[in-house]
C-alpha cells in the first residue's frame, strides 16, 4: 500500500476508481474484480452458505479513503446502503491524518464459551469443586480444535459463576476462556463447550443445559483513539456560515456528553459509530449481528446504557476521541475465506491478523462518530445528507442516469426533498 490519500477519487467514474485502487494499492485488477458482481458472489457459492437460496443480494462497496492506523495508510472496503457514511468517514480520517492517524490496542483474541449447568446440589460446592479439577478441565478443552492449538489459540482459563436470581431459581455458569487467534471463534468455542460439558457434570453433578458463546466479548477488546489539531476542526459552510476550532471542539464534547448521560441518545450515537463498525464487517464476510449483540450489551456493561466512545481535549486544546468495544471479528473461516469479495477486501487492507482488522474497523467507528457529532454540532445532519438522500429519492421517482442528477439538484435547491416532487420534476423533464 502506498497511500490512503486518493486525490479526486469521488469525481472519478466507477472503473476509474477501480484502477487508483490498483495503483495505491498495488493489487492487480483480477484481484479485485470480486467488487464487481459479476465475479462477486456467484448463485452456486451462496447456495451451498445457506439454506433456500435463490439468489444473491447487492449492498453498494465504498472504499474509505486517507486512513492511517497505527502509522499504517490502510484503503477500507465499507459495504453500505446508507449515504454518507463513507464519505464522512473519509473526511474525518483526512482531520485525523494530519494529528498522526488512528493509535489502536487489543487484548488477546479471547472469547467466552457459557455452559449453563442445571440440578446442582450445592452451587458452592460445586463451584470448589470445578476449581479444583481446572486443569484438567482446560486441558481437555485444549486440544477441541487442533488447528487452533497449532496457531497458538487454545483454553486459557475457566471462571464459575453463580446465578442467584433467575426466573427458575438460581444454577451455575462456567464460563471457558478460549484464545481463537485469527478465527472470529464461534465454532471452536462452541465444540469446546459441547466436548467439555459431560466432563462438568460429572463433577458437579448438575446437567450442563446450554453450551454456546457469549457475544458480550469483553476479553477480546479494541480501542481506538485520535487527536484532531484545534485548527482542522474550524470550516466555513456553503453559506458562508464560519465555525472555529474551539466552536467545534466544544460542541462535539457537548453531543458527547448527551450520549453519555442518557440512553435515548447514546443508542444513537452508538448508531453512527455501528454505521462505520457494520460496513467494513460486513464488506470483510464478518458477523455483524454478533458484533452488533456485543457492542450494546458492552454499552450497558455498567447497569445503564451509554455510549461507546469518548471525547474531550488536550492540554493544547486539540479534539480527543476514544472508542473501546468488543470485536470478534475474523480473516479464517466461514465467510471470510468462501466470499470472493470479502477475500478482495481483506487483501485490500492488507490486514495481517484478526486483531488488524479490528483495529481498523474501530478507527472507522470512531471516524464515523466524529463524522455524525461534527454534523449535528454545527450545521445539522440534514444539509450533507440531502444531495446523496435527494438522488435515492429521484432513483425511486424513477430517475436514470443523468435524470438523477437533474432531479436531485433541484430538489436541494428548493429544499423540497420527496417523491412526489421528484415525479413532477421527473415529468417536466420528460416534456422539455
Ligand atoms: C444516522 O445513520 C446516524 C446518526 O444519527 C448518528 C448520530 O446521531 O450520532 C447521525
Redesign the pocket.
Known amino acids: 500500500m502506498t497511500t490512503s490519500r486518493i486525490a479526486g477519487f469521488y469525481n472519478l467514474p466507477l472503473g476509474e476508481r477501480l484502477d487508483k485502487l490498483v495503483e495505491a494499492a498495488g493489487l492487480t485488477s483480477d484481484e479485485l474484480a470480486a467488487f464487481q458482481t459479476l465475479n462477486g458472489l456467484a448463485d452456486e457459492q451462496a447456495d451451498h452458505m445457506i439454506e433456500n437460496a435463490v439468489g444473491t443480494f447487492g449492498l453498494p462497496l465504498g472504499i474509505g479513503l486517507n486512513f492511517v492506523v497505527n502509522g499504517r495508510d490502510v484503503l477500507v472496503p465499507m459495504a453500505i446502503e446508507?449515504p454518507s457514511?463513507v464519505a464522512g468517514a473519509s473526511f474525518m480520517a483526512k482531520l485525523v491524518r494530519t494529528g498522526g492517524g488512528f493509535t489502536v490496542i487489543t487484548s488477546a483474541p479471547e472469547m467466552i464459551g457459557q455452559m449453563q449447568v442445571m440440578e446442582v446440589q450445592d452451587l458452592m460446592a460445586a463451584s470448589m469443586e470445578l476449581h479444583e479439577h481446572k486443569t484438567e478441565l482446560l486441558a481437555e478443552a485444549d486440544v477441541a480444535d487442533p488447528l487452533l492449538k497449532k496457531f497458538g489459540g487454545g483454553a486459557r482459563d475457566l471462571e464459575v459463576r453463580i446465578i442467584e436470581d433467575s426466573p427458575i431459581g438460581p444454577f451455575l455458569v462456567v464460563h471457558l476462556i478460549y484464545d481463537v487467534r485469527d478465527a472470529m471463534g464461534a465454532n471452536a468455542v462452541n465444540t469446546a463447550c459441547e466436548k467439555l460439558a459431560p466432563h462438568i457434570e460429572k463433577i458437579t453433578g448438575g446437567r450442563v443445559h446450554l453450551r454456546i458463546l457469549s457475544n458480550l466479548a469483553d476479553r477480546r477488546l479494541v480501542k481506538a483513539s485520535c487527536t484532531v489539531p484545534l485548527k482542522e476542526l474550524a470550516f466555513t459552510n456553503t453559506d458562508g456560515r464560519t465555525f472555529t476550532g474551539e466552536q467545534v471542539r466544544d460542541g462535539i464534547i457537548e453531543?458527547w456528553a448527551f450520549?453519555e448521560a442518557d440512553p435515548y441518545r447514546a443508542a444513537?450515537?452508538n448508531?453512527?459509530i455501528m454505521?462505520g463498525v457494520d460496513a467494513v464487517v460486513i464488506a470483510t464476510g464478518n458477523d455483524w449481528r454478533a458484533i452488533e449483540a456485543g457492542a450494546h450489551a458492552y454499552a450497558a456493561r455498567f447497569g445503564r446504557y451509554t455510549s461507546l466512545s469518548t471525547w474531550g481535549k488536550d492540554e493544547g486544546g486539540n479534539l480527543t476521541g476514544e472508542l473501546e468495544m468488543p470485536m470478534a471479528v475474523g480473516i479464517v473461516g466461514g465467510a471470510t475465506k468462501v466470499h470472493p469479495a470479502a477475500r478482495a477486501a481483506l487483501k485490500l487492507m492488507g490486514v495481517k491478523t484478526a486483531s488488524d482488522l479490528a483495529g481498523t474497523i474501530a478507527s472507522v467507528g470512531l471516524a464515523q462518530?466524529l463524522a455524525?457529532?461534527r454534523?449535528?454540532a454545527t450545521e445539522g445532519?440534514q444539509r450533507g445528507h440531502m444531495s446523496l438522500h435527494a438522488r435515492q429519492v429521484a432513483i425511486a421517482a424513477g430517475a436514470t442516469s443523468d435524470q438523477i442528477e437533474k432531479v436531485a439538484a433541484k430538489m436541494v435547491a428548493e429544499k423540497t426533498v420527496r417523491i412526489d416532487r421528484a415525479e413532477e420534476i421527473l415529468k417536466a423533464l420528460g416534456k422539455s
Open positions: 446508507e457514511v453531543a450520549a444513537t450515537h448508531k453512527g454505521n462518530n455524525a457529532l454534523a449535528l445532519i
